[in-house]
T-cell receptor, first 118, second 114 residues
């Protein structure tokens, strides 16, 4: 089974509209971290937002928020007021314990390509 | 400037010719990792290191070697590259092994093996 599933290979959104990028995950461990990264066409990977499995509130960072539904094992990224510069690939990732000694295992989804239309 | 530096950015080589991709971080990070990115497959972990002299396999370690002799450096070695190792490679580091410790990425190395 996939650890991280991103079911939307590509999405379009109108500039200034909000968009939700889906991410579901699979783990039996109660303690884990969820991350979203952005990869513009230039190729670099940029950390956007983090949510811990025990966090009671959804994480927010500026125009980014993470809609965390623990029982459904989903961690969707919401981008409000989309801008042309938001056009990029977006990856969901999970950090979980492996063997002993910390959260060594970091697994990524296959990504969603977002295109913002003027 | 705090960063992860990978070299080279682009590399074209032939099957069987040993190569090394270097990775260095100046943030005193404990954890370092290598990923390969392929279309439709996302990023897959090759190897990771929790500290000096401590390395372990990720999900796709076959055909790769790593070493962590110093905290700042984590080179990726392809002893006998094959065309199926043509990919975009990323080195990443994090401050520690914490649940909430984000990865910091290098700019990537695009490798072509002919």
């Amino acid at each position: 089974a996939q650890k991280i599933t991103q079911t939307q290979p590509g999405m379009f959104v109108q500039e200034k509209e909000a968009v939700t990028l889906d991410c579901t995950y699979d783990t039996s461990d109660p303690s884990y971290g969820l991350f979203w990264y952005k990869q513009p066409s230039s190729g670099e990977m940029i950390f956007l937002i983090y949510q811990g499995s025990y966090d009671q509130q959804n994480a927010t960072e500026g125009r980014y928020s993470l809609n965390f539904q623990k029982a459904r094992k989903s961690a969707n990224l919401v981008i409000s007021a989309s801008q042309l510069g938001d056009s990029a690939m977006y990856f969901c990732a999970m950090r979980e314990p492996f063997n002993s000694g910390g959260y060594q295992k970091v697994t990524f989804g296959t990504g969603t390509k977002l295109q913002v239309i003027p | 400037e705090a960063q992860v530096t990978q070299n080279p950015r682009y590399l074209i080589t032939v099957t069987g010719k040993k190569l090394t991709v270097t990775c260095s971080q100046n943030m005193n990070h404990e954890y370092m990792s290598w990923y390969r990115q392929d279309p439709g497959l996302g990023l897959r972990q090759i190897y990771y290191s929790m500290n000096v002299e401590v390395t372990d396999k990720g999900d796709v370690p076959e055909g790769y070697k790593v070493s962590r002799k110093e905290k700042r450096n984590f080179p990726l070695i392809l002893e006998s590259p094959s065309p199926n190792q043509t990919s975009l490679y990323f080195c990443a580091s994090s401050l520690d092994l914490g649940q909430g410790s984000p990865l910091h990425f290098g700019n990537g190395t695009r490798l072509t093996v002919t």
